[in-house]
């Protein structure tokens, strides 16, 4: 694979952007001059890092890179700090996420990369913060992606969680204060591309949103929010959502490696790839 550590000024967050980028293998047999000007615009997965995190964690600490060789994919890893991957306009001079995904970073890929900008050839996913961008930005724009896996993150009953105590025993977090000082409340925070809950159960034409893929381990701190999300789903009978746990296993690593190469497989089923072989 190649890989690209790319940095450039972002008009939205206000300051250097750093985003990893894997792109496919040429294969030996193929010229250089053949492959690097050829006109094939790839599959691509836009993956999200989780609290603490930045592009490179995915690289570090998970084998995506011979996940995304055998599917022949491109994938994008941006740093977004812990902004949960919506707009904080009152973050320095302004560190708005949620309008630099769509507005400045999808466009410059599909631009100056082979990467396809089809909708049934995008895919987004991430873990724990990256599993709620991932919910909050695929539900917002379904018409941009063909599928969303949100590993280790459900989508949020913010009702019966008014708040955010939804791990056992915790009251109101600072981040979950500063999240409702962000927005404006609790009213417009109900009303914004966080509360994916909402805005996923409250449409009537769910066929509109792409299948969505929850991951988890059953000893996850989100495992009760898991579980009422997964019971709301059975209890509507509703399709198009897939199910994963892991038996004995935390909010961990070892959980977002299989997440991301199971659901690599529903991006492009059977595809081995046709990068070389070690």
Same mark, same amino acid.
């Given at each position: 694979m190649a890989l690209v550590m790319f940095d450039f000024e972002s008009d939205y967050l206000n300051q250097n952007e750093q985003v990893t980028i894997i792109l496919p293998d040429k294969p030996r047999e193929v010229p250089a001059a053949e492959f690097y000007t050829g006109q094939k615009k790839y599959k691509v997965l836009w993956l999200l890092h989780g609290t603490y995190g930045d592009s =490179?964690?995915? /690289? &570090? &600490? =998970? &084998?995506?890179?011979? +996940? *995304?060789? #055998?599917?022949?994919?491109?994938?994008?890893?941006? *740093?977004?700090?812990?902004?949960? +991957?919506?707009?904080?306009?009152s973050f320095g001079m302004g560190y708005n996420f949620y309008d630099f995904f769509f507005k400045e970073l999808m466009p410059l890929v599909q631009g100056w990369f082979p990467a396809s900008a089809k909708p049934e050839d995008n895919f987004i996913a991430g873990l724990s913060m990256g599993g709620e961008g991932a919910a909050a930005l695929g539900l917002t724009h379904p018409e941009l992606f063909a599928a969303i896996g949100c590993f280790s993150f459900p989508l949020i009953n913010y009702h019966t969680h008014p708040e955010g105590d939804y791990v056992e025993g915790q009251a109101m977090s600072e981040r979950f204060v500063n999240e409702l000082k962000n927005v404006g409340g609790m009213e417009a925070f109900l009303k914004s591309p966080y509360n994916t809950w909402d805005i996923y159960f409250n449409e009537k034409d769910k066929s509109k949103f792409p299948p969505l893929y929850f991951y988890i381990g059953t000893d996850? @701190?989100?495992?009760? *929010?898991? *579980? #009422? @999300?997964?019971? #709301?789903?059975?209890? !509507? $009978? /509703?399709?198009?959502? =897939? @199910? !994963?746990?892991? #038996?004995?296993?935390?909010?961990?690593?070892?959980?977002?490696?299989?997440?991301? $190469?199971? @659901? /690599?497989e529903h991006c492009d089923p059977g595809h081995t790839g046709a990068g070389n072989r070690y």
């Open positions: =490179t964690d995915w /690289l &570090r &600490r =998970t &084998r995506i890179e011979l +996940y *995304a060789s #055998e599917k022949d994919m491109i994938v994008v890893m941006p *740093a977004a700090m812990n902004s949960d +991957y919506v707009n904080w306009p996850d @701190f989100l495992w009760k *929010a898991y *579980a #009422e @999300f997964k019971a #709301e789903v059975e209890k !509507q $009978q /509703l399709s198009g959502i =897939t @199910f !994963q746990e892991y #038996e004995g296993y935390h909010h961990e690593w070892r959980v977002w490696d299989m997440a991301v $190469q199971d @659901f /690599l």
